[in-house]
């Protein structure tokens, strides 16, 4: 082909996308999916249930029972089966809400919240670490946003003071997770349901991490609250549950908006059947086998014990980051380890800040203490 002949068609277009990844590999940023191998320390399967034998009989049995895989449709339209509103029914009973309801996913669900809930003259603050579906749900939103210092609760009270003064009229919005997905730490819930009642405003709690782990019975660190008229909270079901899905509890009249106006519940095909009835079991499991977080609590203060010294934090949760800083380094210690049989992962960013790029640590009962004096080990020789 010659200088003048014109490029074939999407020549120029795929040319461009290979100089972005390879921008990408430069900076050592470049994802890829790799399958899963070696010891867990890398899912947020926190209490083992995914792949438990436990799980596959209840699912076993809601196929017994007649209960199908696919929904068909969208919960509007013929979607809507009984497993889900089951499921609605004994979640809010077991969170202590009005009212629950079901969605495909957290980030759907983050995605509804916020687009859906605020209004034009409303303002949200949120944490300045809040995952990405927030932040997403907020763009789709009509909200005025803005970021508060990480876990500093006077920064929330200080951004709706200072929107008030400029002007703002209607409700203030904070949004938070219960525990850090990234960082591992908590959010003072007490003192955030203080600003909110004090300054008349709503309070978002993602439990995506906590659900299952923290609070009476795994449900989470803002169990205390629920129930309130000024609190609306998101449990995800694919994490210490060990399914699919997530459940946003509030009053009734929350989810009955939701309804009406979650574009991504509206019109999206709801959720498996066979999932909603799997996160019954699992919230049954957790009641009727509370050995289960007392185990993954013990298992947490093992692995704080040994790995602390070698510099991950000391958060006190199963999420436990060595922040190794450069991208590339820590990249090739993630390597060394899985070499070893560890599924570490490297986190950098723009998932974190930049120069924070970490090992997340995830402790769950998919191993045991052997298995993290092992990772201690080759750790130490790692770093």
Same mark, same amino acid.
Not at 144 to 158: G, I, L, S
Not at 259 to 266: K, L, V, Y
């Given at each position: 082909m010659s200088r003048s002949d014109p490029l074939p068609p999407g020549a120029a277009f795929q040319a461009k996308?290979?100089?972005?990844?390879?921008?990408?590999t430069a900076r050592h940023r470049r994802r890829a999916l790799a399958a899963r191998a070696g010891h867990d320390f890398a899912s947020n399967d926190y209490l083992g249930l995914a792949g438990s034998p436990e799980m596959r009989a209840i699912v076993a049995d809601a196929l017994a029972r007649g209960v199908p895989i696919g929904a068909g449709g969208s919960r509007l339209l013929r979607g809507n089966h009984e497993e889900h509103e089951a499921l609605e029914a004994e979640a809010a009973t077991w969170a202590g809400s009005e009212a629950a309801l079901y969605f495909s996913t957290g980030f759907a669900a983050n995605g509804g919240i916020f687009a859906a809930l605020p209004g034009t003259e409303d303002l949200v603050v949120y944490d300045e670490l809040i995952h990405a579906s927030a932040h997403d749900g907020m763009r789709l939103g009509r909200a005025?946003?803005?970021?508060?210092?990480?876990?500093?609760?006077?920064?929330?009270?200080?951004a709706i003071a200072g929107w008030r003064c400029?002007?703002?009229?209607?409700?203030?919005?904070?949004?938070?997770?219960?525990?850090?997905s990234m960082d591992g730490d908590t959010a003072p819930i007490a003192e955030l349901i203080a600003v909110a009642d004090r300054e008349d405003a709503v309070l978002i709690v993602d439990e995506a991490h906590a659900t299952g782990v923290f609070g009476p019975g795994g449900r989470g660190l803002?169990?205390?609250?629920?129930?309130?008229?000024?609190?609306?909270?998101?449990?995800?079901?694919?994490?210490?549950?060990?399914?699919?899905?997530?459940?946003?509890?509030?009053?009734?009249?929350?989810?009955?908006?939701?309804?009406?106006?979650?574009?991504?519940?509206?019109?999206?095909?709801?959720?498996?059947?066979?999932?909603?009835?799997?996160?019954?079991?699992?919230?049954?499991?957790?009641?009727?086998?509370?050995?289960? #977080?007392?185990?993954? +609590? @013990?298992l947490v203060?093992?692995?704080?014990? *040994? &790995?602390?010294?070698? %510099?991950?934090?000391?958060? /006190?949760?199963?999420?436990?980051?060595? #922040?190794?800083?450069? +991208? @590339?380094?820590?990249?090739?210690i993630a390597a *060394? &380890?899985?070499?070893? %049989?560890?599924?570490?992962? /490297?986190?950098?960013p723009p998932t974190v800040p930049v120069g924070t790029a970490r090992l997340r640590l995830s402790i769950t009962l998919n191993v045991d203490e052997t298995v993290i004096d092992a990772l201690a080990a080759a750790l130490k020789e790692a770093l």
């Open positions: 996308l290979h100089g972005d990844l390879d921008a990408l005025t946003r803005v970021a508060a210092a990480h876990n500093q609760v006077e920064a929330f009270a200080d400029e002007g703002g009229k209607g409700r203030p919005w904070i949004a938070v997770e219960s525990l850090y803002a169990a205390a609250w629920e129930g309130r008229d000024n609190l609306i909270t998101l449990r995800t079901c694919g994490k210490a549950l060990g399914a699919e899905g997530a459940l946003v509890c509030a009053s009734r009249a929350v989810c009955d908006v939701l309804i009406n106006r979650a574009r991504g519940f509206i019109f999206s095909t709801a959720p498996s059947p066979l999932m909603a009835a799997a996160v019954r079991g699992a919230l049954d499991l957790l009641d009727r086998e509370p050995e289960r #977080i007392a185990r993954l +609590d @013990a203060r093992h692995a704080h014990d *040994r &790995l602390v010294p070698l %510099g991950a934090l000391a958060t /006190g949760t199963p999420i436990m980051p060595v #922040i190794v800083g450069d +991208d @590339a380094r820590t990249m090739a *060394r &380890l899985q070499a070893q %049989g560890f599924d570490v992962r /490297g986190i950098r």
